[in-house]
T-cell receptor, first 112, second 110 residues
Framework: GEQVEQRPPHLSVREGDSAVIICTYT??????FFWYKQEPGAGLQLLMK?????EINEGQGFTVLLNKKDKQLSLNLTAAHPGDSAVYFC???????????FGTGTTVSVSP | ETAVFQTPNYHVTQVGNEVSFNCKQT?????MYWYKQDSKKLLKIMFS???????VNETVPRRFSPQSSDKAHLNLRIKSVEPEDSAVYLC?????????FGKGTRLTVV
């Protein structure tokens, strides 16, 4: 079955720096890709969904790139601030499928 | 804003007891899920359920069972808890592809 590797497991950056998290998946049939943010004591907050190949999406303070050729999904936190401190998860699912397969998570700490 | 509601937030129980966690979604979604998040933050699907089909992750022990009264509710029952069941249990729902999560129930088995 699908396996999703997420790197790095931990990331410490200073406020204003950028931070990049990369997920590599194995199944070429993976179709929908997601980034979630989990703050302490909270559930998973959906940041973005992508499904087109080689797509760059910009959100509030972050950019997501999907490279289907290399089976990679990345999240770039641009100009990080302390409110970005959280655990970030990538997730994938198949076309017609619903249950998400998650990456292993990245704990991001942003210091002032 | 949370639209997937889980109760309780926390639960501490002894080995061998039965526990039940509740989940309700107000989004009008047709599919609900239970995920387990372990102490290393790893997330694994346990069950997905809509009014037609229950899909069970084959690695889930048989002491776990989902219970649904309607498409807005999916509870999780654990018949006889074991220490390795200590985790955060996250309920979720979806209509198409986007999955929305509750805040979780943290179970501690002593």
């Amino acid at each position: 079955g699908e396996q999703v590797e997420q790197r790095p497991p931990h990331l410490s950056v200073r406020e204003g720096d950028s931070a990049v998290i990369i997920c590599t998946y194995t199944d070429p049939n993976s179709y929908y890709f997601f980034w979630y943010k989990q703050e302490p004591g909270a559930g998973l907050q959906l940041l973005m969904k992508v499904f087109s190949s080689t797509e760059i999406n910009e959100g509030q303070g972050f950019t997501v790139l999907l490279n289907k050729k290399d089976k990679q999904l990345s999240l770039n936190l641009t100009a990080a601030h302390p409110g970005d401190s959280a655990v970030y998860f990538c997730a994938v699912t198949y076309q017609g499928g619903r249950a998400l397969i998650f990456g292993t998570g990245t704990t991001v700490s942003v210091s002032p | 804003e949370t639209a997937v509601f889980q109760t309780p937030n926390y639960h501490v129980t002894q080995v061998g007891n039965e526990v039940s966690f509740n989940c309700k979604q107000t989004l009008g979604h047709d599919t609900m899920y239970w995920y387990k998040q372990d102490s290393k933050k790893l997330l694994k699907i346990m069950f997905s359920y809509n009014n037609k089909q229950l899909i069970v992750n084959e690695t889930v022990p048989r002491r776990f069972s989902p219970q649904s009264s309607d498409k807005a509710h999916l509870n999780l029952r654990i018949k006889s808890v074991e220490p390795e069941d200590s985790a955060v249990y996250l309920c979720a729902s979806s209509l198409y592809t986007e999955v929305f999560f509750g805040k979780g129930t943290r179970l501690t088995v002593v």
